[in-house]
C-alpha cells in the first residue's frame, strides 16, 4: 500500500461514518517529523507508524474520517495509520481501536489486528453489537469476503494452530452476517484454551443472531 505524497486531501462526508466530528470538504496539512505521542492505554505495539510521510496536522477526527475513506479505497495500511493516530489521540476511544483492528486485518496483520479488537471490546463491550457497523466500509463494497475473509481461512489453512487469525474470522463472519460460522470458531478457539473475556460477548452475538434466523 502506498504513503501519503499528497499535501491537500479532499474528503467526501458521505464517505466517513466518523460519529464525533464535523470537518472541512478540503484540508491542507503540513507532512513534519515529530511523531505522535504514545499513552500507557494504547499497547506497545501500536507505538511505530505503520506507512511513512503521513500528514502530521490531521486531529483524530479527522484521521477516523479519512481512514474510513482509505478503507473504501483499499489503502488498508494508510487505513490502519489514520486508525492508530486517532486512537494514541483519544487513548479511550473504543470505535478507533475497533477501526483499527478492522484495518489490519484488510491487512492482513493478524496479530495486530486481534489486540486492537480485544482491547476495543475491553473498552466497550457494545462494540460486539456494532460488528457490521465496524466493517461497513468493506460490506458496502463486497469487499469484506474477498479481501478478509478468504485469506483468512486461506492463513488457517496453513497454520489451524493461529489463534489470532481465528478470532478476526469469527469476527469478520458475524460482522458479514454468518453467525454459524462465527459460532464454528470461537467454539475452536474455546476448545484451545483462548481466554479473552471477549469470547463470550462474541459467542452471546452469536446465538442471538442464529435465535433470530430460526424464527424467521
Known amino acids: 500500500m502506498s504513503s501519503v505524497q499528497y499535501a491537500t486531501i479532499v474528503v467526501d ?3 466517513s461514518m466518523d460519529p464525533y466530528v464535523s470537518y472541512d470538504d478540503v ?5 513534519v517529523s515529530e511523531p505522535v505521542r504514545a499513552t500507557t492505554r494504547v499497547p506497545a505495539a501500536f507505538h511505530q507508524p505503520y ?4 500528514p502530521e496536522a490531521l486531529s483524530a477526527g479527522e484521521c477516523l474520517a479519512r ?3 482509505w478503507l473504501r479505497s483499499r ?3 494508510l487505513a490502519a495509520e489514520a486508525f492508530r493516530r486517532a486512537w494514541l489521540e483519544r487513548d479511550d476511544d473504543a470505535f478507533a481501536a475497533a477501526e483499527l483492528g478492522v484495518a489490519l486485518a484488510a491487512a492482513g496483520r493478524y496479530e495486530a489486528a486481534a489486540l486492537a479488537m480485544q482491547c476495543a471490546f475491553s473498552a466497550d463491550a457494545l462494540l460486539t453489537c ?3 457497523d465496524l466493517w461497513v466500509a468493506l460490506l458496502e463494497q463486497g469487499r469484506l469476503e474477498r479481501d478478509v475473509v478468504r485469506p483468512l481461512q486461506a492463513d488457517l489453512r496453513r497454520n489451524p494452530a493461529a489463534q ?11 460482522a458479514a452476517g454468518d453467525p454459524w460460522s462465527a459460532q464454528r470458531e470461537l467454539g475452536s478457539l474455546s476448545g484451545a484454551g483462548f481466554t479473552h473475556h471477549s469470547l463470550a460477548l462474541l459467542e452471546s452475538q452469536c446465538e442471538a443472531a442464529i435465535a433470530a434466523a430460526g424464527a424467521r
Do not use: K
Request: hydrophobic content about 40%; glycine content about 12%.
Open 67 to 69: 481512514g474510513e475513506g
Open 13 to 15: 462526508r458521505t464517505e
Open 51 to 54: 506507512v511513512g510521510g503521513f
Open 75 to 77: 489503502d488498508y495500511l
Open 27 to 31: 484540508v491542507t496539512v503540513a507532512t
Open 130 to 132: 456494532r460488528l457490521p
Open 164 to 174: 489470532a487469525t481465528s478470532y478476526v474470522l469469527a469476527c469478520a463472519h458475524l
